[in-house]
């Protein structure tokens, strides 16, 4: 399975852009990029996800570099309650697999 | 739409002791996973249905563990004999078909004392 690697954590101001990096340098052309998020005791719940384009949605934006080697997930104004860990997971197409790995958590300071 | 529930909530159990978790996915989501999530870590795939049958269980320890989906629907997560090494959150999730994004239920927290 292709791995990500992301940063353990992250910290922002409340009402700033924040910006998540995710690498992937052997992702193989038909992985998309998921990017899913666990608040504290609860589990984990789908943002976004990507194949090549940008993406846009009410919760967030997924920049992908054009070698998609690399992706950000983006959250446009940091609020309280999006602090959580984030997890950028590669997926093939036609499977279901999902792979979790450490994830960044992100702290949104006041 | 109602989301994935999970019973129990908490479990505390001894070792050696048995114990089972219940998942009760979106009404027709297909796919139905098992994931365990220790302390500090990202989730662990445990075991995979599509339907009623399993897809994937690679990753589960057969030896003690063991999971089976009713009729394509429910599903149950059995642990015996339990070790202390299995404290866990157990979480379950259910997608409608292959690649659609996945719904997590909140969970049962086992501890093993």
């Known amino acids: 399975d292709a791995k990500t690697t992301q940063p353990n954590s992250m910290e922002s101001n409340e009402e700033e852009p924040v910006h998540l990096p995710c690498n992937h340098s052997t992702i193989s052309g038909t992985d998309y990029i998921h990017w899913y998020r666990q608040l504290p005791s609860q589990g984990p719940e789908y943002v976004i996800h990507?194949?090549?384009s940008n993406v846009n949605n009410r919760m967030a934006s997924l920049a992908i570099a054009e070698d998609r080697k690399s992706s950000t997930l983006i959250l446009h104004r940091a609020t309280l309650r999006d602090a959580a860990v984030y997890y950028c997971?590669?997926?093939?197409?036609?499977?279901?697999?999902?792979?979790f790995g450490a994830g960044t958590r992100l702290t949104v300071k006041p | 739409e109602a989301g994935v529930a999970q019973s129990p909530r908490y479990k505390i159990i001894e070792k050696r002791q048995s114990v089972a978790f219940w998942c009760n996915p979106i009404s027709g989501h297909a796919t139905l996973y098992w994931y365990q999530q220790i302390l500090g870590q990202g989730p662990k795939l445990l075991i995979q249905f599509q339907n009623n049958g399993v897809v994937d269980d690679s990753q589960l320890p057969k030896d003690r563990f063991s999971a089976e989906r009713l009729k394509g629907v429910d599903s149950t997560l059995k642990i015996q004999p339990a070790k202390l090494e299995d404290s866990a959150v157990y979480l379950c999730?259910?997608?409608?078909?292959?690649?659609?994004?996945?719904?997590f239920g909140n969970g049962t927290r086992l501890t093993v004392t």
């Open positions: 997971i590669l997926r093939a197409p036609n499977n279901n697999d999902m792979r």
């Open positions: 999730a259910s997608s409608l078909e292959p690649g659609s994004p996945l719904h």
């Open positions: 990507g194949l090549t």
